[in-house]
């Protein structure tokens, strides 16, 4: 049974930072693609960082500068490092596993609150 956990949501003031976590189970990590995803009220769902299994990475124009995607394969964790938010930022940040064989798995969500 495959599950992805995320944490390190909550409330900050414009300008800080956060780091979040998605701790994957239930599948091979070093083989599965991982992406951050954010949706915000009444918006779609958008790519906000995928990372590859070699490492490489792709950010959303209104990140990049500001947020690092990286993974660790022996803690089966998948990293978002968020600096400089804004209050544009306020969404529920979701992580996304893509295993080789295509089959995707969502976490339940992080609540993620930037304050002006």
Do not use: H
Not at 67 to 92: C, E, G, H, W
Request: charged content about 15%.
């Amino acid at each position: 049974q495959v599950q992805l956990v995320e944490s390190g949501g909550g409330l900050v003031q414009a300008g800080g930072s956060l780091r979040l976590s998605c701790a994957a189970s239930g599948l091979t990590f070093s083989t599965t693609a991982m992406a951050w995803y954010r949706q915000a009220p009444g918006k779609q769902r958008e790519l906000v960082a995928s990372i590859t299994t070699g490492n490489s990475t792709n950010y959303a124009d209104s990140v990049k500068g500001r947020f690092t995607i990286s993974r660790d394969n022996v803690k089966n964790t998948v990293y978002l490092q968020m600096s400089s938010l804004k209050p544009d930022d306020t969404a529920v940040f979701s992580c996304r596993a893509t295993t080789l064989r295509r089959y995707s798995y969502w976490g339940q969500g992080t609540q993620v609150t930037v304050s002006s």
